[in-house]
């Protein structure tokens, strides 16, 4: 008899460990049929004229996806790559190849499910089985003690309960040898021209690290930060800087494409705590990770709400326009607010912003320039390198005050926060040259320059540096 073939879909689930789509396949058969789809839908632009993917987050893709077919390569196999939607892809290759099933990560968001439910359509029709594994959080979510319409919609109430009764599951191993499906072109990866990137900036060294795509590069970052640079023990104290890798883990681009499983993660922090230290800081980064199952569990509760204006709280009382001009300002860091601007100039020149920068710019857009915070969601989703639609979307929601925040009207004071966060001024003259003169008591606050400082410190308003474009620092936008 026949052995029996399965294509395995790979999605953002980029690597050969903890995977649990491959790991089952790989116990039914050594005749795993590994394929990535390039869905061109993701590469389209978006209703604000941007790249959906834009140029960091693609090239960070495609080194994934090489990474992954190399990986595969090396114990025997391939990955057949495709440009083209998988619910046509996959069911093709399957008649092809006579595989009998099609094993995938699940999503949650509207665009990926509908995808996986189209698929699932196609294959029925062949009497194919689509199945779905739960793979992108630390918690798995068959064991969390609610079912996810009764997820709480407070953090901590989420957390403290699912931390009583959760176990992380061991992470599951890399499979160590496959059979090579000669039957089928394993197609080449596409160029970045290919998917609609036709510019790519050129790195820039003040980037807090270069990323490069790919579970070995993901793995060697988690060893770095954890073990070489021995930063677990510190990350509390650090994670609210603003300059430099290890104020932070940079672990976020590889788990949004799936490059590095959050179990794996866990699996270190435990180790650390064992051989070196168990403080809070070991476990905030378990707590950081957590936020994030939490949203993805959230995004799978309140569905396209997300998307909305008025979020997952429907909340009609926010008030915006859809200033085109002033979103322009604020997504080309013109706003003459130097904390927002540097951040959103390193967003722009790296596709990379700290977490505390990311509150900051998104508080400007919603309470001070009172835009349309979905077009702040937007420009994000194709600029960061770090893409996940569900905390992406969901921290946004937050910021702007339609999600899960329990504190109404929370405003993030951009210039009480610059000084707190960035004293010296050291992180806004890295992006914004122009103020290299401007003393630490005073570059938070440029548009309050009189005209005799401007010309002492080497920076006229209006000329070298943009006069604030809105009275900053007050009302909540809300009626
Ligand atoms: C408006 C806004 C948009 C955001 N968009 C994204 C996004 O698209 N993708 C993304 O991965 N993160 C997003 N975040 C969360 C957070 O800013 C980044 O995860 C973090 O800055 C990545 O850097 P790091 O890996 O060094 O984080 P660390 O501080 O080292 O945290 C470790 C990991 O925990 C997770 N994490 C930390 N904070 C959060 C959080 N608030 N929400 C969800 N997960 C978190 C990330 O996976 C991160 O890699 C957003 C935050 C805000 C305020």
């Known amino acids: 008899m026949r052995e029996k073939k399965i294509v395995v879909w790979f999605r953002n689930d980029l690597r050969l460990h903890d995977q649990e789509?491959?790991?089952?396949?790989?116990?039914?058969t050594a005749r795993v049929i590994p394929v990535y789809c390039f869905d061109p839908?993701?590469?389209?632009?978006?209703?604000?004229?941007?790249?959906?993917?834009g140029p960091f987050r693609t090239q960070f893709l495609l080194e994934s996806v090489a990474a992954l077919r190399a990986s595969?390569?090396?114990?025997?196999?391939?990955l057949v790559v495709r440009v083209g939607k998988p619910e046509e892809v996959l069911p093709n290759l399957v008649e092809m190849t006579g595989a009998s099933a099609v094993y995938a990560s699940q999503e949650v968001a509207e665009e990926e499910t509908k995808v996986e439910n189209n698929l699932e359509a196609r294959l029925w029709a062949k009497k194919i089985p689509l199945e779905r594994f739960w793979t992108s959080t630390l918690f798995h979510i068959d064991d969390i003690p609610y079912p996810i319409k009764n997820i709480p919609d407070v953090f901590t109430e989420f957390r403290k309960e699912s931390e009583k009764s959760t176990r992380v599951r061991p992470t599951l191993p890399a499979p160590s040898a496959l059979a090579l499906e000669t039957d089928i072109h394993p197609g080449a990866l596409p160029t970045l021209s290919e998917l609609g990137i036709t510019e790519m900036p050129a790195p820039d060294p003040r980037a807090v690290m270069t990323f490069q795509g790919g579970e070995s590069e993901g793995l060697r970052r988690l060893r770095t930060y954890f073990w070489e640079e021995d930063r677990l023990g510190v990350y509390k104290e650090t994670r609210n800087g603003l300059v430099g890798a290890g104020y932070s883990t940079k672990f976020s681009p590889w788990?949004?494409?799936?490059?590095?499983?959050p179990r794996k993660v866990y699996e270190e922090v435990k180790r650390y705590e064992q051989e070196r230290v168990a403080n809070d800081s070991t476990y905030w980064v378990v707590f950081e990770l957590l936020w994030r199952d939490y949203f993805r569990f959230i995004a799978r509760k309140y569905g396209n709400a997300i998307f909305r204006p008025e979020g997952i709280r429907n909340d009609q009382r926010l008030v915006y326009s859809n200033d085109v001009r002033l979103f322009q300002k604020w997504v080309d860091g013109e706003t003459g607010v130097p904390f927002v601007d540097a951040n959103m100039q390193e967003l722009k020149h790296t596709g990379f912003m700290s977490n505390r920068g990311r509150q900051n710019v998104a508080s400007f857009l919603v309470k001070d320039l009172k835009v349309n915070w979905t077009y702040g969601a937007t420009y994000f989703e194709s600029q960061l390198l770090d893409y996940d639609v569900c905390s992406n979307w969901c921290n946004w929601n937050y910021v702007a005050g339609v999600g899960n925040d329990p504190r109404e009207n929370r405003y993030f004071d951009p210039v009480s926060q610059a000084k707190r966060y960035d004293p010296q001024g050291e992180y806004v003259k890295r992006w914004l040259p122009e103020l290299a003169e401007v003393p630490p008591s005073r570059v938070h606050q440029v548009g309050d320059l009189s005209g005799e400082e401007q010309s002492r410190y080497g920076v006229v308003l209006g000329a070298d540096y943009p006069h604030p474009v809105v009275k900053y620092g007050h009302s909540p936008a809300r009626t």
């Open 21 to 28: 789509a491959l790991c089952r396949a790989a116990a039914k």
């Open 41 to 53: 839908r993701q590469f389209g632009k978006t209703f604000l004229g941007f790249p959906k993917t």
């Open 72 to 78: 595969f390569r090396s114990i025997g196999a391939d």
């Open 255 to 261: 788990l949004s494409y799936g490059c590095l499983s």
